[in-house]
């Protein structure tokens, strides 16, 4: 999984060697991730029957405790550098949001420390994982469409039969 990624046959590989790595279900991942049922095994199919989108691709990565890193790749570079052309606009400035000191290097091998290992093999840190997606994904959504999603959970609650103990 140190390996750096340049397709998205690439990312799918890598997604479901952390699924080995991680030894859990694909049940398992769609719980998490707040996918619905059997929807995991569409995206890491062989041949994957559904692509990974903007929302699912976030889910993903949080279920299974991944984070994306835009770095420069060398070797890319140096195959398209002669063709790139000056802006002729003036340039914004660099997004706040992308760190200054990332390298400029595609990274060799990344290293997992001791507290980021005990982090990831703690009880319900997944479970916290997904659960700050779902909160995440309900601000950038808008009021009207929240009601709308929990009308049709709730209808879809009251649809189920009860289970008499």
Same mark, same amino acid.
């Given at each position: 999984?140190?390996?750096?990624?340049?397709?998205?046959? @690439?990312?799918?590989?890598?997604? /479901?060697? /952390?699924?080995?790595?991680?030894?859990?279900?694909? @049940?398992?991942?769609?719980?998490?991730?707040?996918?619905?049922?059997?929807?995991?095994?569409? =995206?890491?199919?062989?041949?994957?029957?559904?692509? =990974?989108?903007?929302?699912?691709?976030?889910?993903?990565?949080?279920?299974?405790?991944?984070? =994306?890193?835009?770095?420069?790749?060398?070797?890319?570079?140096?195959?398209?550098?002669? /063709?790139?052309?000056?802006?002729?606009?003036?340039?914004?400035?660099?997004?706040?949001?992308?760190?200054?000191?990332?390298?400029?290097?595609?990274?060799?091998?990344?290293?997992?420390?001791?507290?980021?290992?005990?982090?990831?093999? /703690?009880?319900?840190?997944?479970? @916290?994982?997904?659960?700050?997606?779902?909160?995440?994904?309900?601000?950038? =959504?808008?009021?009207?469409?929240?009601?709308?999603?929990?009308?049709?959970?709730?209808?879809?609650?009251?649809?189920?039969?009860?289970?008499?103990?």
């Amino acid at each position: 999984m140190t390996a750096p990624i340049r397709s998205m046959p @690439e990312l799918l590989d890598a997604l /479901r060697a /952390r699924r080995d790595e991680l030894n859990i279900s694909h @049940e398992t991942i769609d719980n998490i991730a707040g996918l619905q049922s059997g929807y995991t095994s569409k =995206l890491l199919a062989p041949t994957p029957i559904k692509n =990974l989108g903007a929302m699912s691709m976030g889910a993903l990565l949080g279920a299974l405790g991944m984070a =994306l890193v835009a770095v420069p790749d060398p070797d890319a570079v140096a195959q398209v550098q002669t /063709r790139w052309q000056k802006r002729k606009r003036p340039q914004k400035l660099p997004s706040p949001s992308i760190s200054p000191s990332i390298d400029n290097i595609v990274p060799k091998q990344i290293q997992v420390t001791p507290d980021l290992q005990r982090l990831l093999h /703690r009880p319900g840190y997944m479970r @916290e994982i997904g659960l700050r997606g779902n909160l995440k994904r309900n601000q950038k =959504l808008s009021r009207w469409k929240r009601s709308v999603l929990a009308r049709r959970a709730a209808k879809a609650r009251w649809a189920r039969e009860e289970v008499s103990a």
